[in-house]
């Protein structure tokens, strides 16, 4: 298969670096072209990326040239990283011009006809396609990946909603440093320290899970009706966001009922065999010290989300804890299994 030319834009960034480390060796895509902000346009990737991952910078992309985020970037794939205020101008102009956007940023998410997809939940909203084209009048498409806690929270609500129904949700967050990119919270702010806040990161928590739970409608996403309260903080974790959850069932569960069908959950069937896909998207996990972000949070190569401590709760009906890494399945590896569903769905044909 000829593999599809990819650019990445906000590639320096910790979202950036992290679609750097998936895409180097990825089997339908190959980046062609990398993008940061007009200060660092004309450095090499290695002049202008401080490389935050583990291991070392990929040879292949250490001396590409960063390109500015302009129409004129090569490939008609483009993975955005980019911030949400620079996401509100440039997506729209690149997708103007006939570039597929796969996008992290919250700029487009709550946009009509604009996708908001995690694909084992709700692939077919990608029904709303033919919506986007006829309102938007883009040559281009965009696809939108949820905030990164929404990913680890909407995965576990899922199976729970379609087994008992979910009526309300209590969820206080415990999100790691990198989730605010880099360099990101300054260390003296964050170190022996919790910071009780992280601008918009309720609202989009309260928003965003509704808009994947609920129902495609004669071609237009029509919401769930969760009550949520979201209480974000942001903890000194490196990666791996954790968030304990309190839900009121429509129907009754014990935690086994509820244990099973988190275990048992496996997703559309357009989403199995996808390369970045795992095996099992919810690991369920029966030790009473688990999940913990240092240790789980690279389960199924950072695609799995990782639930436990399943137990009644005294005030909803159940409580347990989950474990995301924000970067690969709430951000970079989200954005990718989008692409490929995209690719499988004969989406990127003409790209
Ligand atoms: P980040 O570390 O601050 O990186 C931002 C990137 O955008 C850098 O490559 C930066 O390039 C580039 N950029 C900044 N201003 C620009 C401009 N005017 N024009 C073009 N490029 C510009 O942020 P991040 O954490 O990677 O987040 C990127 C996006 O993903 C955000 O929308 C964020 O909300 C979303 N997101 C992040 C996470 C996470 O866990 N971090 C998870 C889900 C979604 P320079 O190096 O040249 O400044």
Same mark, same amino acid.
């Given at each position: 298969m000829r593999k599809i030319p990819v650019s990445i834009l906000g590639a320096t960034g910790a979202v950036g670096q992290r679609f750097v480390e998936l895409l180097i060796n990825h089997p339908y895509f190959e980046i062609v072209a990398l993008s940061a902000s007009e200060r660092n346009a004309g450095k090499t990737y290695a002049e202008a990326c401080n490389w935050v991952l583990?291991?070392?910078?990929?040879?292949?992309?250490?001396?590409m040239k960063l390109l500015p985020a302009?129409?004129?970037? !090569?490939?008609r794939l483009a993975f955005s990283a980019l911030p949400t205020g620079i996401a509100h101008e440039v997506e729209p102009q690149l997708a103007a011009a006939g570039v597929t956007i796969c996008s992290?940023?919250?700029?487009?998410?709550?946009? !009509?006809?604009v996708p908001l997809i995690i694909p084992e939940i709700n692939?077919?909203?990608?029904?709303?396609i033919p919506l986007q084209h006829s309102q938007m009048g883009w040559k281009g498409l965009v696809v939108t990946s949820p905030n990164c806690t929404t990913n680890g929270i909407a995965m576990t609500l899922k199976p729970l909603d379609d087994a008992f129904g979910v009526e309300a949700v209590f969820a206080t967050t415990m999100q790691a440093i990198s989730g605010a990119g880099y360099?990101?919270?300054p260390s003296l702010d964050i170190q022996d320290n919790i910071v009780p806040f992280i601008a918009g990161e309720e609202e989009k928590i309260e928003s965003e899970t509704n808009l994947l739970l609920g129902k495609l409608i004669d071609g237009q996403r029509v919401a769930a009706n969760i009550t949520i309260s979201a209480h974000a903080n942001r903890v000194a974790v490196m990666d791996g966001h954790t968030i304990a959850l309190s839900v009121k069932l429509r129907h009754k569960a014990s935690p086994s009922d509820a244990s099973m069908s988190l275990s048992d959950f496996r997703g559309s069937?357009?989403?199995?065999?996808?390369?970045?896909? !795992?095996?099992?998207p919810i690991i369920v996990r029966s030790e009473q010290n688990r999940p913990q972000p240092r240790r789980d949070r690279d389960s199924g190569a950072g695609m799995s989300v990782s639930v436990g401590r399943i137990r009644p709760c005294k005030i909803l009906d159940l409580r347990m804890l989950t474990v995301v890494h924000n970067t690969v399945r709430g951000a970079a590896g989200g954005s990718i299994l989008n692409a490929e569903l995209l690719c499988a769905m004969g989406y990127l044909e003409s790209v």
């Open positions: 583990s291991g070392s910078m990929p040879e292949q992309v250490k001396r302009t129409v004129d970037l !090569p490939g992290n940023a919250s700029a487009l998410r709550q946009t !009509p006809g692939a077919e909203h990608l029904a709303m360099p990101g919270i069937s357009l989403v199995q065999g996808l390369p970045s896909a !795992p095996a099992q």
